[in-house]
């Protein structure tokens, strides 16, 4: 039995998807050169008011549609005070004791969730780059929407944290909220952790981990702050209520400052921005734009289509990666054969061009196409995957790849017969083997008239002429 209890509570803090940021017309990009696409708004020069970006809202209405929050049909931004380098106007603006949802949950997986605190809208700050001649401040992110997703301390095992995240990012994902890649940073995580005696009813003391990039970066951290505070209680010692970062090389976590006390933010409401007044209209239009979630989605995959469920949890980790398998079934390809093509041959050649499925320049006709020229003979499964590749670099119809490839399907005796006998004259000792009983030998025989066929001839007869050709000496 484990003497101590974990105890995990995750903030989560996801970019919305929108074209500017969320009180300015500055573009929502933060790439680009340093401090290129800031905006008067962003850093509270003289005069300057703010607006709410009206996208940023729908959006944040979405997301906590999507997790079961309950929208507070009036919420309020307020200013949140402190002074650092990377936060121009001296506040950044967002919600405190009027967020925009409360409740909610993000399933866990086998029927459990974690249980969501609230929801509620900020901009981000900035970025400091730290460097040998000291540390640069840019500003290209500062006045991006953000919401911040705060998980009640439900979790008990940081396998459960890379659960939460996981599955947080494929809801968000899959209803169009926000793009959540935790490289690029439009999805970040704090991750707040206790242990407490087995038996306990009141938390430990808690320490917050920073720096963490990926769920599984999540989880390695969290694994290591359970080994080191549960060897620090075991021995009698105090956890130190203190922030720390995780430095991933090195596998450990670091102390970057003590929060014996918590800061004072000295919250208010911001004068500047009205009450947010949520209507039954946008809820309605934001709650329809959800579409179908990952888990109903996974479970119809599942009974419409029969496919197993390593297919399921590959077609349904990216809505448009769905849409697109069904779009290809729309256009009378068998299930499995979709799933297979999509998986082994789709997902690759998109992933190589770094495309999405908008932009992918097969469509679900085109590869539907191809396959029907395959069930129907005209070509061989080695043919089909070069005029496929070919059609991605071409955007060419599957007819006119054929063509262009020379790639039409050998079937006919007459044509294959000289292919079989330069074959066996060129594999003297397989040819032998073949003869003597060795069954495995005509493998390297039928290769050499694939590939001197560029792969066009049909293999159960090209199995067929050179077993009648051995047999006949």
């Excluded at 940021?21 to 990009?29: C, G, M, N, T």
């Excluded at 703010?50 to 049909?73: D, F, K, M, Y």
Aim: hydrophobic letters at 40%; one cysteine or more.
């Amino acid at each position: 039995m484990n003497a101590f209890t974990t105890v995990i509570g995750l903030e989560v803090h996801v970019q919305l998807a929108t074209q500017s940021k969320l009180f300015s017309p500055a573009p929502s990009s933060s790439l680009g050169e340093p401090n290129s696409r800031v905006h008067a708004v962003d850093i509270g020069l003289p005069g300057v008011l703010p607006r709410p970006n009206a996208t940023a809202i729908a959006l944040a209405v979405r997301a906590s549609l999507a997790l079961g929050g309950e929208i507070q049909r009036t919420s309020r931004f307020a200013r949140k005070n402190y002074f650092y380098p990377d936060l121009p106007k001296g506040y950044q603006i967002s919600q405190f004791d009027e967020p925009l949802c409360r409740g909610g949950s993000v399933p866990l997986g086998d029927g459990r969730s974690c249980r969501l605190h609230r929801i509620h809208v900020e901009e981000d700050a900035g970025k400091l780059v730290h460097g040998d001649i000291g540390t640069m401040v840019d500003l290209n992110r500062a006045g991006m929407p953000l919401v911040e997703i705060v998980g009640e301390p439900d979790l008990r095992a940081p396998s459960e944290a890379h659960a939460f995240l996981t599955n947080l990012r494929e809801i968000l994902r899959g209803c169009g909220v926000s793009e959540c890649d935790m490289e690029l940073g439009t999805m970040r995580c704090d991750a707040n952790i206790s242990l407490m005696p087995a038996g306990a009813t009141e938390f430990g003391t808690k320490v917050e981990l920073k720096n963490l990039n990926s769920p599984k970066m999540v989880q390695r951290a969290l694994e290591y702050e359970e080994r080191r505070q549960a060897a620090i209680l075991a021995a009698g010692g105090r956890i130190a209520a203190e922030t720390r970062g995780w430095n991933d090389e090195a596998g450990e976590s670091r102390p970057q400052r003590s929060k014996e006390q918590a800061p004072d933010y000295r919250y208010f409401r911001d004068p500047d921005l009205p009450p947010l007044v949520i209507d039954d209209a946008t809820i309605a239009r934001e709650r329809g734009a959800i579409g179908e979630l990952p888990d109903a989605r996974r479970a119809r995959f599942r009974s419409h289509y029969d496919l197993p469920d390593y297919d399921v949890a590959l077609l349904t980790q990216e809505r448009d990666v769905g849409d697109w398998f069904e779009a290809l079934v729309a256009e009378g390809i068998a299930p499995k054969t979709a799933s297979n093509w999509v998986m082994s041959d789709v997902l690759p050649a998109r992933n190589a061009r770094g495309a999405s499925m908008a932009t992918f320049p097969v469509e679900p006709r085109g590869l539907a196409e191809l396959l029907r020229m395959l069930d129907a003979g005209t070509l061989t499964q080695v043919a089909a995957r070069r005029v496929f590749a070919h059609m991605v670099d071409t955007r060419d119809s599957a007819a006119d790849a054929t063509r262009t490839l020379g790639l039409l399907r050998i079937a006919d005796a007459a044509s294959l017969e000289p292919f079989v006998a330069a074959a066996i004259a060129a594999l003297p000792e397989a040819a032998a083997a073949v003869r003597a009983g060795k069954e495995r030998a005509i493998d390297a025989l039928k290769g050499h008239v694939m590939r001197a066929t560029k792969g066009r001839s049909d293999p159960v007869l090209v199995d067929t002429l050179l077993r009648q050709s051995l047999s006949r000496g």
